[in-house]
C-alpha cells in the first residue's frame, strides 16, 4: 500500500509540473511553432491533346464498367501543390472516346475535371470544383486510379515514375471491394 501511496503522489506531481509548464505560452517549446499554410492550387496549364502512342492501358477490373481507360503518360503530373493530373481517355467497345484533364488530391480524396475533349483539343471546364472520389456508378474509375496508381497507402501522391510502373506492370487487386 505504502508503494502505491509513493506511486500515485509522483504521478500527480509530475501532472501537476508538466501542465503547469505547458500551460504557459512563453515557453520556448511554443516560440518556433508555425500554423502551416493554407492549401493552394496552383495554376493549371492545360496538355495537347493525347496522342495513341502515349495512352497507357489501365487495369481496373470493374464488373459492369462500360468503359475501358487509359492515362495519356505524357500529362501525368505531380505538382508542387500535391495535385496529380492527367488526362484520361474512357472508350467504349464501339471505339467511342471521352476524355478528361483532371486532378487527384491523395490527401483529401478529392478530384476536379479541369478540362473535356472536343474534337482533337481540350476544353476548360469553368467552374469545376473538387468533389470527393465516388465508388460509385462511372466515377469508380477514379477512385481506383487513387487507391491503386496514383496515390500510396499513407494517402500522398505517388511520384510520376513509381506510378508509371504500377501501371505497366499491372499491378493485381485482389482486394477490390467496388
Request: net charge negative.
Amino acid at each position: 500500500m505504502n508503494r502505491f501511496y509513493c506511486y500515485f503522489r509522483r504521478c500527480v506531481l509530475f501532472g501537476v509540473v508538466s501542465t503547469a509548464v505547458c500551460a504557459d505560452d512563453d515557453h520556448p517549446v511554443f516560440e518556433d511553432f508555425k500554423p502551416p499554410p493554407e492549401w493552394q492550387e496552383q495554376k493549371v496549364v492545360l496538355p495537347d491533346y493525347p496522342r495513341d502512342e502515349d495512352l497507357q492501358s489501365v487495369p481496373l477490373q470493374l464488373s459492369d464498367f462500360p468503359f475501358q481507360l487509359a492515362l495519356d503518360r505524357n500529362s501525368l503530373v505531380v505538382g508542387d501543390d500535391r495535385v496529380t493530373r492527367y488526362t484520361a481517355v474512357l472508350e467504349t467497345k464501339d471505339g467511342v472516346r471521352n476524355l478528361f484533364y483532371e486532378g487527384i488530391r491523395c490527401a483529401t480524396g478529392e478530384y476536379r475535371s479541369y478540362a473535356i475533349g472536343a474534337g482533337e483539343t481540350l476544353q476548360p471546364v469553368l467552374g469545376s470544383d473538387w468533389r470527393p472520389l465516388r465508388q460509385l456508378g462511372v466515377e469508380r474509375y477514379r477512385y481506383v486510379l487513387a487507391r491503386y496508381y496514383l496515390c500510396d497507402e499513407d494517402r500522398r501522391p505517388r511520384a510520376k515514375r513509381e506510378a508509371l510502373i504500377q501501371l505497366r506492370e499491372r499491378w493485381q487487386h485482389d482486394d477490390y471491394d467496388l
